[in-house]
């Protein structure tokens, strides 16, 4: 009984419904004629679109695929329809006529319609682009919707355009492509949000790389993975790592549709070094770590890729007083540590640095952990204390 009505009330909707001249629409198309295409324009009105336009600007169309397209006219009730005035000849004959192409250029203007047209050259402060015979200027900042760093690569190449200024009967036209590119990928961006759910997976294409994370590109909408979202081992400089252009798969983390925001993570598609770390790494074991990072505190060592423990300044040295680890170590610097305490649930190890003089029965000695300044271990002093006493 529900699809019944719902589909009472999209007919009535499509009932109501007119299209005229100049309407820009987003069209399905049905089927594919020997003459033309025949498109579902959301209204009881039937379009056609010329069959020689179901390939333009790169994008070659197939039933069930949308495209916009414009009205330009009707004919047996039926809506004639264009991808861009100029991209076939006329079904008058008449694009040899400079007024007949001025007059579809004007309408093109009017309406907001697309035109195609051909990069011939550049020039000073852009290009020169063939419309329907009519040479016309397109602004380097106009030809598309990112900086062009080389107006060469465009020259050649057949583009559908808006026209943005239309003086002198047409004989001065200024064109944009850019503002066509950027209403594509706002549509693009628009769809695409339509379908995105927390958890997904894509794989996309890192668009830039800034300090804090890297732009990705999951198709018509871009994501940021945050640099402590790229790997599980530490990341300094998304750049380190990733670079523009390469593909990568990422899930969702988070959407902020009220800000269109994308919270994208690289790591949660990979195993977790801290999986295991709780029985491979026990407490009292002696191991080789790398310095990653130094802080006030004490110094951050990797025991493998992905997992630190960390070295407090009252672990790092047993005859003196240590005020900066910078005195006792280095970034970069191999070490040799022995294993505290391990807290896998919060990804803390607490560790010491091995002494040449330290005991063979130093975790004999080992009291009961206690809450001190130091996290609740006991310090090399107190160790030392208890041995003498005891000899």
Request: with cysteine.
């Amino acid at each position: 009984m529900n699809d019944d009505f719902d589909a009472l009330l999209r007919e009535n909707e499509r009932s109501e419904k007119s299209v005229k001249v100049g309407d820009r629409l987003e069209a399905t198309v049905i089927r594919i004629g020997s003459e033309d295409v025949y498109l579902d324009l959301g209204t009881r009105t039937e379009g056609l679109l010329p069959r020689d336009q179901l390939e333009l600007s790169g994008q070659t169309l197939t039933v069930g695929e949308k495209a916009t397209v414009y009205v330009t006219s009707f004919r047996s009730g039926a809506a004639i329809c264009t991808r861009s005035v100029g991209a076939t000849p006329s079904r008058k004959g008449r694009t040899d006529d400079k007024s007949a192409s001025f007059e579809a250029l004007k309408e093109a203007f009017d309406s907001g319609m697309p035109v195609e047209g051909t990069v011939k050259e550049t020039n000073k402060g852009g290009f020169t682009v063939l419309v329907m015979g009519q040479r016309a200027f397109c602004p380097i900042s106009q030809i598309d919707n990112q900086f062009c760093a080389d107006a060469t690569v465009h020259v050649g190449h057949t583009y559908a355009f808006e026209i943005t200024k239309f003086e002198e009967g047409g004989r001065n036209l200024v064109l944009s492509r850019r503002r066509i590119r950027e209403r594509e990928a706002q549509e693009k961006k628009e769809a695409a949000w339509q379908t995105l759910e927390v958890g997904q997976t894509f794989e996309g294409t890192v668009a830039s790389l800034r300090p804090f994370g890297a732009f990705v590109d999951i198709g018509g909408v871009d994501g940021l993975v945050h640099v402590s979202e790229i790997s599980h081992e530490r990341v300094n400089d998304p750049s380190e790592v990733l670079e523009v252009g390469q593909r990568v798969t990422v899930a969702i983390k988070e959407l902020d549709r009220a800000r269109g925001r994308i919270s994208l993570s690289l790591k949660a598609l990979t195993a977790d070094p801290w999986d295991g770390a709780a029985a491979e790494i026990a407490p009292g074991r002696v191991y080789k770590g790398t310095v990653r990072r130094l802080a006030k505190f004490g110094a951050f060592v990797e025991l493998r890729p992905g997992v630190e423990g960390l070295v407090h300044v009252s672990q790092m040295a047993a005859d003196k007083r240590v005020n900066t680890p910078r005195e006792i170590v280095r970034e970069g610097q191999e070490v040799e540590v022995r294993v505290l305490e391990v807290s896998a649930g919060d990804r803390r190890i607490s560790l010491s640095l091995i002494l040449e003089a330290e005991d063979e029965d130093w975790r004999s000695q080992l009291p009961p952990t206690s809450s001190t300044s130091t996290g609740g271990l006991a310090s090399l002093g107190h160790l030392f204390e208890k041995a003498l006493k005891k000899s």
